[in-house]
Nanobody, 116 residues
Framework: QVQPLESGGGLVQAGGSLRLSCAAS??????MGWFRQAPGKEREFVAA???????YYADSVKGRFTISRDDNNSTVHLEMNSLKSEDTATYYC????????????WGQGTQVTVSS
C-alpha cells in the first residue's frame, strides 16, 4: 500500500496560518486528503483532492483551508489560514479518500495546536 508521510504542524496563535504536507511513498492517482482528530472526539474529514481535479472541504474549514496537490511526486499540501482554537487536533493524511472516508493508509499524524 501507498504510505503517507506527514510534515508541518506546530503551535500557532488564533488567526495565524500553518501548512501541512503529505508525501506518498510512491506515485498514486488516488484522491488524497486530510482528516483530524481532537481529544475525546472521533476522527473527522477535513479536505480531499482528486487526481488533477477539484477539491472539496468540510463545512467547518471551507474558505479558510486550501488543499493542493503536486502530482509529480504525489504530495498534497494543506494551507490553513485564520486558524481557530477549535482547529486544534492531530491531523492525519490518507492516501485514498472515497467521499469523506479514508480507505487507504494512514500516516502517524501531525499535531496542530492553536492558542487563543
Amino acid at each position: 500500500q501507498v504510505q503517507p508521510l506527514e510534515s508541518g504542524g506546530g503551535l500557532v496563535q488564533a488567526g495565524g496560518s500553518l501548512r501541512l504536507s503529505c508525501a506518498a511513498s510512491r506515485h498514486t492517482v488516488n484522491p488524497m486528503g486530510w482528516f483530524r482528530q481532537a481529544p475525546g472526539k472521533e476522527r473527522e474529514f477535513v479536505a480531499a483532492i482528486v487526481w488533477s481535479g477539484p477539491a472539496y472541504y468540510a463545512d467547518s474549514v471551507k474558505g479558510r483551508f486550501t488543499i493542493s496537490r503536486d502530482d509529480n511526486n504525489s504530495t498534497v499540501h494543506l494551507e490553513m489560514n485564520s486558524l481557530k482554537s477549535e482547529d486544534t487536533a492531530t491531523y492525519y493524511c490518507n492516501t485514498n479518500v472515497r467521499g469523506k472516508t479514508g480507505v487507504g493508509s494512514w500516516g502517524q499524524g501531525t499535531q496542530v495546536t492553536v492558542s487563543s
